[in-house]
């Protein structure tokens, strides 16, 4: 049954992976993700069905354009691949022990799942859309209700009012200091959406390892002190390690 279920998984997870390079393309340039309907970003090409297979139709096609021979970018099949195997191993980590229609099963793969796309967007664009981070609000307070839940509704709500407050005066005296943006407001909302998932014990460990990664490829590949560089990709990979290793990492503190 397991392996059923890994599999129907599997299939679910790269058809989202091709609706999430879709999110991934449209969304920072205004676009609509209904229409038109996939196609080259380079000759408009509308592709076929029978060409829009998640992973197989890329490794057919050899990355190329099957109309005008123009290359698709790499990020579309590691997109694909990705994302099954997160969800795959969200199920691992709690569908099998909790039951496939626990509440945490779906919430960690929700948030899993919504990294995904947040991270490629301020990735290749510096951008993190707002429809993306802060529908994680209600989300994550709607899963807080539930009676199964790990996290209780006034956990979650407070901490996320104190995380917008915080970062917002954060921003504001960054502002009036250098005279810069130096947290984007959509940080800002993603750090939000993510509270109400993880909560006021799981949050200061988010803030620093996500500092700590930043500063890190900071001091090894940028070096300039001016420079912009996406910080929600740090927030979105150290939000993903968390769900996954992070009650390890408390046990090991705590106990």
Not at 162 to 184: E, H, N, P, S, T
């Amino acid at each position: 049954m397991t392996a059923i279920i890994v599999i129907l998984l599997a299939i679910l997870g790269a058809s989202l992976g091709s609706f999430f390079n879709v999110l991934i393309h449209r969304l920072p340039r205004n676009q609509s993700i209904i229409k038109p309907l996939s196609s080259c970003a380079s000759c408009g090409y509308k592709i076929p069905f029978y060409l829009n297979i998640p992973i197989v139709s890329y490794i057919i096609l050899k990355g190329k354009c099957k109309n005008c021979g123009a290359s698709i970018h790499w990020h579309h099949l590691l997109v694909e691949i990705i994302t099954p195997v997160i969800l795959i191993a969200v199920f691992y980590k709690y569908g099998i022990r909790y039951g496939l229609n626990h509440v945490l099963f779906f919430k960690y793969a929700i948030l899993c799942l919504m990294m995904i796309p947040i991270f490629f967007t301020d990735s290749f664009h510096q951008i993190i859309p707002h429809v993306l981070s802060i529908p994680l609000i209600p989300i994550g307070l709607l899963f807080s209700l539930h009676p199964f839940s790990d996290l209780m509704f006034k956990n979650a709500a407070i901490t996320a009012i104190v995380v917008f407050v915080f970062l917002y005066l954060i921003a504001l005296l960054y502002m009036l200091i250098r005279k810069q943006a130096g947290l984007g407001g959509g940080d800002i909302w993603l750090l939000t959406g993510i509270s109400t998932f993880l909560g006021a014990l799981n949050m200061p460990f988010i803030f620093m390892l996500s500092a700590l990664l930043g500063i890190i490829w900071f001091v090894i590949f940028i070096r300039k002190r001016d420079l912009e560089f996406a910080f929600g990709t740090f927030i979105a990979v150290t939000t993903v390690f968390w769900v996954f290793a992070g009650d390890s990492i408390l046990t090991l503190i705590w106990f």
